[in-house]
Structures are given as structure tokens and as C-alpha cells.
């Protein structure tokens, strides 16, 4: 099956400070998700780009289909930020079928 | 719209003792799916309903756990014995009809939050 891997880990930032997340899938994809579990447990949709770039307001999301990898960009961090970020995918040629999450990444916003 | 919906968002329980989440699934999505993370670790497949039709239950710990999908509208999972490494979040997601790329976004609903004592 398809391999999401995520980095980093584990992200400390001081409000205001801006922070890049990595996602790469080992396999061509046609279902990419980002999503944000916030401290209640939650699981927030955020982007879904296969492809391309997107922007909502502060976040903003590319996905580089070709070279298996997606970026998710937070500008102007805030502490509501804070929780942890995922990135799921969903090889090709699986349509309707499950997403494979990957490990997430905690980020931390200090005030 | 509305989006998919879980109830309950919390439920405390005693080890041995039985818990139904339930799921709907935004209206006309044909597929549901179920997730969970345990643990603090990764978010991980259950099943994925088509319809009232289960797809794939490949993800499904055990047989102390059953998903049903009467009518293929809203789903349940029930949980019998409940055990202490059942603990997590567990969360459901919908998609509609699949065959075309701009649908296979799933669409998660905020999770039932499970611990078990």
C-alpha cells in the first residue's frame, strides 16, 4: 500500500512565526488531504489538493503530484494553531476507497 | 449542508461494558468510513461501507467489533466487550459516489472521543 511519511514531528514556534509541513507518499496519488486534530480530538478538514495550490487565509497548501510531496504553509502562527496536522492520501486507480494518514506532525504555538 | 455528524462526542464506559457510536453521513454520500486513533498514534482505517454493503473490512481490530449500515443512511459501531486499548478517537468520514477525481474527498465528521475505564 501507499507510504505517507510527515516531518517534522514535532514543531515548537512562537505566535506570529510562520511554519512549513511536509507530507511525501510513496505512490502517484488522487486523494490528498490535510486535516488539523485540535485539542478537543477534533479532526478538521483544512485542504483537499491532489494537485496545485490553494489558499485559505492564513494556510495555504501545494501539492507537487510528480515528485510526491505536499507542503502545508501556516503564516502569522496562532495559538489556536496548536494541535496536530495530518496529511492522508489515496493512491490512484483506488478511487472511493480508504485514505492512508500519515503520523502527523504536533505543533506547538507559544504566545 | 450539513456535514457529517457523530454521536455521542464523548462516552466513558467500564471495561466489559458495550458502547454504539453512531455516524451520519452527509445526505447522498454513498460512502462511509470509519477511522480511529488510538493511543496518540496514527489515524487508522477501519471499514468503508457502499451503500449498506461493507467494501472493505480490512481495518477492523476484532470481532469484539461490529459496523452496521441498515438502509445504507446513517451507521453504527458497536463495540462488545469494550477493553482499555479501545481508547481513542474515533471518527467517521463520507464521500460520494466514486468514478471521477473531484470526488474522492472524504469528509470527517469531529469524532467520538472513547475511553474505557
Known amino acids: 500500500g501507499i507510504q505517507v511519511e510527515q516531518s517534522p514531528p514535532d514543531l515548537i514556534l512562537q505566535e506570529g512565526a510562520n511554519s512549513t509541513l511536509r507530507c511525501n507518499f510513496s505512490d502517484s496519488v488522487n486523494n490528498l488531504q490535510w486535516f488539523h486534530q485540535n485539542p478537543w480530538g477534533q479532526l478538521i478538514n483544512l485542504f483537499y489538493?491532489?494537485?496545485g495550490t490553494k489558499q485559505n487565509g492564513r494556510l495555504s497548501a501545494t501539492t507537487v503530484a510528480t515528485e510526491r510531496y505536499s507542503l502545508l504553509y501556516i503564516s502569522s502562527s496562532q495559538t489556536t494553531d496548536s494541535g496536530v496536522y495530518f496529511c492522508a492520501a489515496q493512491r490512484t486507480y483506488s478511487s472511493a476507497s480508504k485514505i492512508i494518514f500519515g503520523s502527523g506532525t504536533r505543533l506547538s504555538i507559544r504566545p | 449542508e450539513a456535514g457529517v455528524t457523530q454521536f455521542p462526542s464523548h462516552s466513558v464506559i467500564e471495561k466489559g461494558q458495550t458502547v454504539t457510536l453512531r455516524c451520519d453521513p452527509i445526505?447522498?454520500?454513498?460512502?462511509l468510513y470509519w477511522y480511529r486513533r488510538v493511543m496518540g498514534k496514527e489515524i487508522k482505517f477501519l471499514l468503508h461501507?457502499?451503500?449498506?454493503?461493507?467494501?472493505?473490512e480490512s481495518g477492523m481490530p476484532n470481532n469484539r467489533f461490529l459496523a452496521e449500515r441498515t438502509g445504507g443512511t446513517y451507521s453504527t459501531l458497536k463495540v462488545q466487550p469494550a477493553e482499555l486499548e479501545d481508547s481513542g478517537v474515533y471518527f467517521c468520514?463520507?464521500?460520494?459516489?466514486?468514478?471521477?477525481?473531484?470526488?474522492?474527498?472524504?469528509?470527517f465528521g469531529p469524532g467520538t472521543r472513547l475511553t474505557v475505564l
Open positions: 461501507f457502499v451503500k449498506e454493503s461493507k467494501q472493505d
Open positions: 468520514a463520507s464521500s460520494p459516489v466514486g468514478g471521477m477525481s473531484s470526488y474522492n474527498e472524504q469528509f
Open positions: 445526505s447522498g454520500h454513498d460512502n
Open positions: 489538493i491532489p494537485s
